[in-house]
């Protein structure tokens, strides 16, 4: 598949199969995240993979987006770790973290799994519930896993890009 058909495929899945995600394609998913170019290759992106039942759960305690997915990535970065730019210590570890969730994203996409990126949570929940260490910034989860269903035509309306791009000024 090309980049444009696995781009096209992609969606926020909802509605997951019950139905685990097997040792092999979450290893290839984490792979994406290891290739994913971060700020000076400092590579801050902290993902905790969260396959166990009683553990998923504890998902549902932090977002109501948890979609009962049989696979979840709790999705941090090391602010310790991640590059601060000089000028004003803006810290890109957010950015380079979203480079890695995208990346592990459409490997899932082009494995057959559904995702959806959640960013709505409770923080400190989840930072007590997963012991998430103090330098640690959460960017959000991951909910992974075999579709259910057809998604439906809404999540693949786009926009064109005509319509939100712009040629040397506004």
């Not at 459409?106 to 989840?126: I, P, R, Y």
């Not at 896993?145 to 999540?155: F, K, L, Q, S, T």
Request: aromatic fraction near 12%; charge should be negative; glycine fraction near 4%.
């Amino acid at each position: 598949m090309n980049f444009y058909e696995l781009a096209e495929k992609r969606f926020s899945c909802r509605k997951f199969q019950d139905r685990p995600v097997e040792e092999e394609k979450i290893e290839k998913m984490l792979r994406a995240a290891e290739l994913a170019p971060t700020a000076c290759n400092k590579q801050p992106q902290r993902i905790l993979v969260l396959t166990d039942k009683d553990r998923l759960a504890l998902v549902e305690e932090c977002t109501r987006f948890g979609f009962g997915a049989p696979l979840n990535f709790l999705v941090c970065y090391d602010k310790e770790v991640s590059w601060h730019r000089r000028k004003d210590n803006v810290d890109h570890g957010m950015i380079d973290t979203a480079i890695a969730k995208t990346h592990m994203m459409l490997m899932a996409t082009e494995l057959g799994l559904g995702t959806t990126w959640v960013c709505a949570f409770d923080e400190q929940k989840a930072r007590e519930l997963f012991e998430v260490p103090d330098n640690y910034v959460i960017e959000g989860f991951l909910p992974t896993g075999y579709p259910a269903e057809d998604p439906g035509e809404m999540h693949f309306k786009r926009m064109k890009a005509s319509e939100f791009s712009f040629r040397n000024s506004f």
